[in-house]
C-alpha cells in the first residue's frame, strides 16, 4: 500500500524550462509535505517543505504547490539548471499523538534530467 | 560543520552472517532517524530515536534487526542471519529536534549486499 505516489520514474527538461515533478498521496492525516533532491552515491538532501495550512510555498527556483482536495502536491522548478540533474524524492508526515512529524513516508522518487 | 557520517560505505557479506552498521549525527541533534531504501523503491522508515525516549521501532521489518543508539550519539542498526532480500542501501539521518522541525539531514548511506 504505496501511500506517496510519484507516477512519472523519469523527467527530461531543456536547460532554462520549468521542471515540475508531481505527487500523490492517499493518506489525509497527512499535513506536512517535503521535497529531497538525491545525487548518486549521496544521502537525500532537503530541498523545500509545505505544511497543509499553505497551498504554496517559494524558495527562490523552487516553488511547491498543495492541493489538499486533490491529494496533490508538485514542485516547480525554473528556470531548471544542469546541476538540478538529480533524483527528487517526495516524502509526507503525520502528525502523531504527541503533536510530532518525524515519521516521513517517501515516494519512489523521479530521476530528473536537465539537458544544456 | 560535519554532516552525518556512515560506515561502512560498502559492505558486502555472505548469507546467515551478521551485520553492523555505524551512524555518526550531526552534533547537537537529538533525532536520529534509520532508513532503507531497496533497489526501485523509496525510503523505507526503519527506527527513530530521540533523546532518552523509548525509540520507535515500528519500521523494523523483522527481529532480525536491532538498533541502538549509545550516550545520545552514535547509532548503530544490527543485521542478524542476514538474507538476500535484506540487500539495500541504508541510509541514517538526524534532526535537530522532533516537533519543531521536520527536516532530516541524511548520511551518504551504506550500501549491503547479502551475497
Known amino acids: 500500500d504505496q501511500q506517496v505516489k510519484q507516477n512519472s520514474p523519469s523527467l527530461s527538461v531543456q536547460e532554462g524550462r520549468i521542471s515540475i515533478l508531481n505527487c500523490d498521496y492517499t493518506?489525509?492525516?497527512?499535513?506536512?509535505f517535503l521535497w529531497y533532491k538525491k545525487y548518486p552515491a549521496e544521502g537525500p538532501t532537503f530541498l523545500i517543505s509545505?505544511?497543509?495550512?499553505?497551498d504554496k510555498n517559494e524558495d527562490g527556483r523552487f516553488t511547491v504547490f498543495l492541493n489538499k482536495s486533490a491529494k496533490h502536491l508538485s514542485l516547480h522548478i525554473v528556470p531548471s539548471q544542469p546541476g538540478d540533474s538529480a533524483v527528487y524524492f517526495c516524502a509526507a508526515s503525520a502528525r502523531n499523538s504527541g503533536g510530532s512529524n518525524y515519521k516521513l513516508t517517501f515516494g519512489k522518487g523521479t530521476l530528473l534530467t536537465v539537458n544544456p | 560543520g560535519a554532516g552525518v557520517s556512515q560506515s561502512p560505505s560498502n559492505k558486502v557479506t555472505e548469507k546467515g552472517k551478521d551485520v553492523e552498521l555505524r551512524c555518526d549525527p550531526i552534533s547537537g541533534h537529538t533525532a536520529l532517524y534509520w532508513y532503507r531504501q531497496s533497489l526501485g523503491q523509496g525510503l523505507e522508515f526503519l527506527i527513530y530515536f530521540q533523546g532518552n525516549s523509548a525509540p520507535d521501532k515500528s519500521g523494523l521489518p523483522s527481529d532480525r534487526f536491532s538498533a541502538e543508539r549509545t550516550g545520545g550519539s552514535v547509532s548503530t542498526l544490527t543485521i542478524q542471519r542476514t538474507q538476500q532480500e535484506d540487500s539495500a542501501v541504508y541510509l541514517c539521518a538526524s534532526s535537530p529536534q522532533s516537533g519543531l522541525t521536520y527536516e532530516q539531514y541524511f548520511g551518504p548511506g551504506t550500501r549491503l549486499t547479502v551475497t
Open positions: 493518506n489525509s492525516m497527512f499535513d506536512y
Open positions: 509545505i505544511s497543509s495550512i499553505k
